[in-house]
């Protein structure tokens, strides 16, 4: 039986976070969440909504651009390896080897499946310890924070020094200020951090900033 997949949304936008920032991209935002961050932006993924579809059915209904992001709510919720198959046998016929999949997570479970996708960007959460699962911190390519009051400095920097012991490729280390806009207080300590540790970096937030998803 085909692996069915709760789906809130898609559309076609630019990557407003991370290294990627800027860079056209196809998203499939999945349904369902058990992380509960209090200052989530689609918390309407969390619970029951979006549609059930086929990995099948699902890509033939998208306008893939060269990059595809899976996000959620938490997508490794899912067994995501049909999913990405098709997407890969769609996008690189259109795209060639240009065409790649990204994955965004809390990194609250390991990945349910065989495959690794291309990217992988893990957001660490309070409500996780600021930690994931030994798969995910094997593959990631970057890691986003997002700076808000609870976060320090040396929570940063310990489980980055952790992640890059274990990494198999050495990954990029983001700040994100909380809030759309963020507020002052959030800038100044996402900016003090940077001044502290230079090989990190800054992201926006540019969905917000130019008023796209």
């Given at each position: 039986?085909?692996?069915?997949?709760?789906?809130?949304?898609?559309?076609?936008?630019?990557?407003?976070?991370?290294?990627?920032?800027?860079?056209?991209?196809?998203?499939?935002?999945?349904?369902?969440?058990?992380?509960?961050?209090?200052?989530?932006?689609?918390?309407?993924?969390?619970?029951?909504?979006?549609?059930v579809i086929d990995a099948r059915d699902l890509v033939a209904s998208l306008d893939l651009l060269p990059h595809v992001v899976i996000t959620g709510g938490?997508?490794?919720?899912?067994?995501?390896?049909?999913?990405?198959?098709?997407?890969?046998?769609?996008?690189?016929?259109?795209?060639?080897?240009?065409?790649?999949?990204?994955?965004?997570?809390?990194?609250?479970?390991?990945?349910?499946?065989?495959i690794s996708p291309d990217y992988v960007t893990w957001s660490p959460k309070k409500n996780l310890d600021y930690d994931a699962k030994s798969g995910i911190?094997?593959?990631?390519?970057?890691?986003?924070?997002?700076?808000?009051?609870?976060?320090?400095?040396?929570?940063?920097?310990?489980?980055?020094?952790?992640?890059?012991?274990?990494?198999?490729?050495?990954?990029?280390?983001?700040?994100?200020?909380?809030?759309?806009?963020?507020?002052?207080?959030?800038?100044?300590?996402?900016?003090?951090?940077?001044?502290?540790?230079?090989?990190?970096?800054?992201?926006?937030?540019?969905?917000?900033?130019?008023?796209?998803?």
């Amino acid at each position: 039986m085909p692996t069915k997949y709760g789906v809130n949304e898609t559309f076609n936008t630019v990557q407003g976070e991370g290294i990627l920032v800027g860079l056209p991209a196809t998203f499939i935002r999945l349904q369902g969440c058990t992380v509960g961050c209090p200052w989530c932006d689609t918390k309407y993924t969390w619970k029951a909504g979006g549609i059930v579809i086929d990995a099948r059915d699902l890509v033939a209904s998208l306008d893939l651009l060269p990059h595809v992001v899976i996000t959620g709510g938490e997508p490794t919720l899912y067994d995501l390896d049909e999913l990405i198959v098709m997407l890969r046998y769609v996008g690189q016929a259109k795209w060639g080897h240009d065409f790649r999949v990204q994955i965004e997570t809390s990194g609250q479970n390991d990945f349910r499946g065989e495959i690794s996708p291309d990217y992988v960007t893990w957001s660490p959460k309070k409500n996780l310890d600021y930690d994931a699962k030994s798969g995910i911190k094997q593959v990631v390519t970057e890691v986003k924070w997002v700076v808000d009051d609870e976060l320090t400095i040396d929570d940063v920097k310990n489980r980055m020094r952790e992640v890059n012991r274990i990494a198999r490729r050495h990954p990029a280390c983001v700040l994100m200020p909380e809030g759309c806009p963020p507020s002052q207080e959030h800038v100044d300590k996402t900016w003090e951090w940077l001044m502290d540790t230079p090989t990190w970096r800054f992201s926006d937030r540019l969905q917000w900033r130019i008023g796209v998803k």
